[in-house]
């Protein structure tokens, strides 16, 4: 029997850059700025995209810097956007921290799937989406 456990390997990383991923739904604009406040020291930040249907979103469509993702109205829809983008990232090669924004525990099993492969997790929001990212 055949074995293929390409899907555990660690993808090869040629750069040092940073994926900012902002849960638009669960965190308000007006902490973008104390985000990438924190969020800079760890390196350049090669992704800022702010996920969610834009009208449960407001203010983040006029804060610079940012790309929109538009998620629509399905449920969880933002959710999965940003973990697909993010297992995406993880597997350019480019990015080697994820800083997860978000204020729920929806991104755990994501943050414990990149650690598994070695990339930084940040998370950042209120205390209970933080614990549940960082695993503590």
């Known amino acids: ?63 610079p810097g940012f790309r929109i993702i538009h998620s629509g109205s399905g449920k969880n829809s933002a959710d999965m956007m940003l973990v697909i983008d993010a297992l995406d990232l993880a ?3 480019s990015i080697v921290t994820f800083i997860i924004v978000s204020s729920d525990r929806d991104f755990s099993h994501l943050s414990f799937y990149l650690r598994e492969r070695h990339f930084t997790v940040i998370g950042v929001g209120e205390a209970k989406s933080v614990q549940a990212l960082t695993g503590r």
């Open 1 to 63: 029997m055949n074995e293929d456990s390409s899907d555990l390997q660690t993808p090869v990383r040629n750069g040092s850059g940073v994926a900012l991923l902002i849960d638009g739904e669960n965190v308000s604009h007006e902490h973008a700025e104390a985000i990438l406040r924190r969020s800079n020291p760890r390196g350049a930040i090669a992704v800022k995209r702010v996920y969610g249907n834009v009208s449960k979103m407001p203010g983040w469509e006029s804060t």
């Open 91 to 93: 597997h350019t090669g």
